[in-house]
């Protein structure tokens, strides 16, 4: 997985670069596996501030080589990433089966929280079953749906066909 985020940073990096007149110089591909592993568990994303800066989530200390501390800069969280992906994908998502008025769930590494969205008149049903539920609500961001979205079916021409 951490592969994973490596390759989607430099995806995101590279596509703003324009958006910063500075360009600062970001962390290489070995300095980026060097920050994974000594992040280890706490590590909790990694994201562009809105003045170009490289953004490093951490739940607790980390010691980073210099060179590498001068390119990001460190924001202490209160959850990892491990933490947040477990309560997404134990709690959350069993919550969201059981409530058809939840409309989205998403993890946002900036804010350091699941964001749940429902509809306004649905809203406060979402939340009161969080709390009946006895979860940590500090890890959620309960949010109104602000768009709609209509699911279509996808017909297949025959060209698929064997």
Request: with cysteine; charged share 20%; net charge neutral.
């Amino acid at each position: 997985m951490m592969k994973i985020l490596v390759t989607c940073g430099f995806s995101l990096l590279a596509a703003h670069t324009a958006a910063n007149a500075q360009a600062p110089i970001y962390p290489t591909q070995s300095q980026c596996a060097a920050i994974f592993q000594a992040a280890g568990d706490s590590y909790a994303g990694m994201w562009l501030a809105e003045d170009g800066q490289l953004v490093l989530g951490l739940a607790s200390d980390i010691d980073l080589d210099d060179a590498i501390l001068k390119k990001l800069r460190i924001a202490r969280v209160k959850y990892s990433e491990m933490a947040l992906q477990k309560f997404h994908n134990e709690v959350v998502k069993g919550l969201l089966r059981s409530h058809r008025n939840i409309s989205s769930m998403h993890i946002d590494y900036k804010i350091n929280r699941i964001v749940v969205t429902a509809p306004r008149n649905q809203l406060h049903e979402v939340v009161d079953l969080f709390k009946a539920s006895s979860v940590d609500l500090a890890m959620v961001d309960f949010r109104v749906q602000t768009s709609t979205v209509t699911l279509t079916s996808i017909l297949d021409d025959g060209s698929c066909k064997r």
